[in-house]
């Protein structure tokens, strides 16, 4: 079984903070089985980073060489995992409502745009 989870954010602190989190919650005692080791794999695949730039006349009348630039950059993240030994589609099904329900709750949600595909 597999899980595709793309999560978008201004912040790379948050992201890297939710991907510290998301791999806690995974190998807690309370996801994993106690007779396997290593029961989920968790990869991380860094995507581009988008960087949009906006340019701003800094008086509205003349002076068309005084500007202002600003940019925005989106950081996105590929997270994929994968379980080790065959579950029951309903079993993996909850522990996607699960991180589902983790993505929606917390700080993440102000900072990070997150959808979650799956890929079974």
């Known amino acids: 079984m597999q899980c595709r989870i793309s999560i978008e954010s201004f912040c790379v602190k948050s992201i ?3 991907v510290q989190h998301l791999k806690w919650f995974l190998n807690s005692k309370t996801m994993v ?6 029961f989920w794999s968790v990869k991380v695949v860094y995507l581009p980073t988008l960087k949009k730039k906006h340019t701003l006349l800094k008086s509205p009348h003349v002076n068309k060489t005084a500007r202002e630039q600003f940019e925005v950059r989106i ?9 080790c030994v ?6 993996f099904l909850r522990i996607i409502y699960s991180l589902q329900k983790l993505l929606t709750t917390k700080s993440y949600n102000k900072f990070m745009r997150s959808k979650i595909n799956i890929f079974i």
Do not use: E, V, W
């Open 16 to 18: 890297n903070h939710f």
């Open 33 to 38: 089985h106690s007779t396997f080791k290593n």
């Open 75 to 83: 950081y996105k993240r590929l997270i994929c995992i994968d379980t």
């Open 86 to 91: 065959p579950l029951k589609k309903q079993s």
